[in-house]
């Protein structure tokens, strides 16, 4: 059988060597998936599920007569696709310089779907692996998982909070897997990476506003 295959192997050698230094992050940011990732398979909890729920709100005649305009429906994104062709890494090749190998890769579940690009932009010292992620799954599935990650992130380290992307969005640098920038939007959870290929390089201090223009296209890309 044909093994499968992975960008810089040597790298990502070194990077599991260093998992026994971060051993803790790792099993808390696992436990906390687990948790999150129940909205994928099974769905989220609703209101609906108390006592009370069957109770009618008070009404308000004015906003009865006023508001007629149908609901904006919620985004949903679509759970196919090749990730990388909707890319637009622009905001990353201007500063390491052109995009080299790319990786497609999709993994299904029960009612969800995850989809992965990797991708070299530069070259030695100074390049980056860029590495999107995107699990999309039932209806407001992508806040479940957010929230519970989040939580656990911010027990593990410093996480900035950033306005205008998603339905809400941070950033936050670690020393194993480099600058992250995470998001959610309905039913999708959507992570942003760039490691340097030279372990131990210094990335730019305005990564996060680049990553965030790969996030955007990623979103538009798959949009359904």
């Given at each position: 059988?044909?093994?499968?295959?992975?960008?810089?192997?040597?790298?990502?050698?070194?990077?599991?060597?260093?998992?026994?230094?971060?051993?803790?992050?790792?099993?808390?940011?696992?436990?906390?998936?687990?948790?999150?990732?129940?909205?994928?398979?099974?769905?989220?909890?609703?209101?609906?599920?108390?006592?009370?729920?069957?109770?009618?709100?008070?009404?308000?005649?004015?906003?009865?007569?006023?508001?007629?305009?149908?609901?904006?429906?919620?985004?949903?994104?679509?759970?196919?696709?090749?990730?990388?062709?909707?890319?637009?890494?622009?905001?990353?090749?201007?500063?390491?310089?052109?995009?080299?190998?790319?990786?497609?890769?999709?993994?299904?579940?029960?009612?969800?779907?995850h989809l992965q690009c990797?991708?070299?932009?530069?070259?030695?010292?100074?390049?980056?692996?860029?590495?999107?992620?995107?699990?999309?799954?039932?209806?407001?599935?992508?806040?479940?998982?957010?929230?519970?990650?989040?939580?656990?992130?911010?027990d593990l380290g410093p996480?900035?909070?950033?306005?205008?992307?998603?339905?809400?969005?941070?950033?936050?640098?670690?020393?194993?897997?480099?600058t992250n920038v995470v998001?959610?939007?309905?039913?999708?959870?959507?992570?942003?990476?760039?490691?340097?290929?030279?372990?131990?390089?210094?990335?730019?201090?305005?990564?996060?506003?680049?990553?965030?223009?790969?996030?955007?296209?990623?979103?538009?890309?798959?949009?359904?």
């Open positions: 059988m044909r093994k499968p295959f992975h960008l810089f192997p040597q790298r990502y050698s070194t990077m599991t060597s260093a998992r026994p230094r971060t051993h803790r992050r790792l099993r808390a940011l696992a436990a906390a998936a687990g948790c999150a990732a129940l909205a994928f398979t099974v769905g989220c909890s609703h209101p609906a599920d108390s006592p009370d729920a069957g109770a009618e709100p008070p009404r308000d005649s004015a906003a009865a007569t006023i508001s007629t305009a149908p609901p904006t429906p919620a985004a949903t994104y679509r759970q196919s696709g090749k990730l990388c062709a909707a890319l637009d890494l622009s905001p990353a090749v201007e500063l390491f310089g052109p995009a080299g190998l790319q990786q497609d890769d999709l993994r299904r579940s029960k009612g969800s779907v990797t991708i070299t932009v530069g070259d030695l010292p100074d390049g980056a692996i860029l590495l999107v992620q995107a699990d999309i799954g039932e209806p407001d599935s992508g806040r479940t998982m957010y929230e519970g990650l989040r939580q656990a992130q911010r996480i900035s909070e950033m306005a205008d992307l998603g339905s809400g969005a941070y950033s936050y640098v670690d020393e194993l897997t480099g998001t959610y939007d309905a039913n999708l959870y959507l992570t942003v990476t760039a490691s340097p290929l030279r372990l131990g390089t210094t990335l730019p201090a305005d990564l996060p506003s680049r990553l965030t223009g790969i996030a955007v296209s990623a979103m538009r890309g798959l949009r359904a």
